[in-house]
């Protein structure tokens, strides 16, 4: 692997800095383990800024508390969008919601930055533990020769593009072909692009799908079920990573620098 650089994790702010509550807008999951997943790293978000309260989390669907409901009350607060790309939810659901609240911050979504490039690399690197040196000729079956990101999907061209930013940011971090996919909406699927992988010579095994996908749900479970039915593996979720956390916090302190 070439070209990463380790992240500096955040510090606690000083006294009397990151008085305004952190909100979280999230999608929103059946699964009780997805929504705990977006719930903690919010919590360590707020632990890296050393919040006097803990952030709160909104959900713009399936699920609740609602956005509008975490947001009653509060004073002044700093939404961060808990999105990989800036769809449709991002664009209407999150500003609708503190449209009523002039003196509230909506940050941008977590979108391609390099925090997200880590986390899914290192996602990458934990399903194939011997990529790299695989890259140099050894291990076998475990070698990385192509990854595909696998994203949620979206109606939004630009929300699409993102991911396919980010499909070409990691492809030339790991130095291996690349493909992107999405699991509703317009854009190719995952089995159109792990055929055209395979087809172009690479074994299944050779290949990774990266879930491009923030916490265990719908999306994610169906992830899985296509990478095994291909003969390969799929990511674990993104939300986990520490990286995604001090993203998270990085967003609140360009809010209120």
Do not use: K, W
């Not at 609740?64 to 800036?86: I, K, M, R, Y």
């Amino acid at each position: 692997m070439t070209g990463r650089r380790p992240l500096p994790l955040p510090g606690r702010t000083t006294a009397g800095e990151g008085r305004r509550p952190l909100v979280v807008a999230a999608h929103g999951t059946a699964s009780e383990e997805g929504q705990r997943v977006v719930r903690d790293c919010a919590a360590r978000a707020g632990a890296l800024l050393g919040l006097p309260s803990p952030p709160s989390v909104g959900f713009v669907d399936v699920c609740g508390p609602t956005l509008q409901e975490v947001l009653a009350g509060l004073s002044d607060p700093v939404v961060v969008p808990f999105f990989l790309a800036s769809g449709y939810h991002v664009r209407h659901d999150v500003p609708s919601a503190v449209v009523t609240m002039p003196r509230a911050s909506v940050t941008p979504a977590l979108g391609a930055e390099e925090e997200v490039l880590q986390a899914l690399t290192d996602r990458v690197l934990q399903a194939r533990p011997r990529a790299v040196e695989g890259r140099a000729g050894e291990g076998g079956a475990m070698r990385l020769r192509a990854v595909l990101v696998v994203g949620a999907g979206s109606s939004v061209d630009a929300a699409r593009a993102e991911v396919a930013q980010i499909t070409g940011l990691l492809g030339a971090r790991l130095g291996v072909a690349t493909g992107t996919a999405f699991l509703s909406g317009p854009g190719p699927r995952p089995e159109e692009e792990l055929s055209r992988l395979t087809d172009e010579g690479r074994e299944p095994g050779h290949v990774v799908v990266a879930a491009h996908l923030l916490s265990p749900g719908h999306f994610l479970d169906r992830a899985h079920r296509v990478a095994a039915a291909a003969g390969t593996v799929a990511t674990a979720p993104l939300g986990t990573h520490d990286a995604l956390a001090a993203l998270v916090a990085r967003r609140y302190r360009e809010a209120t620098a």
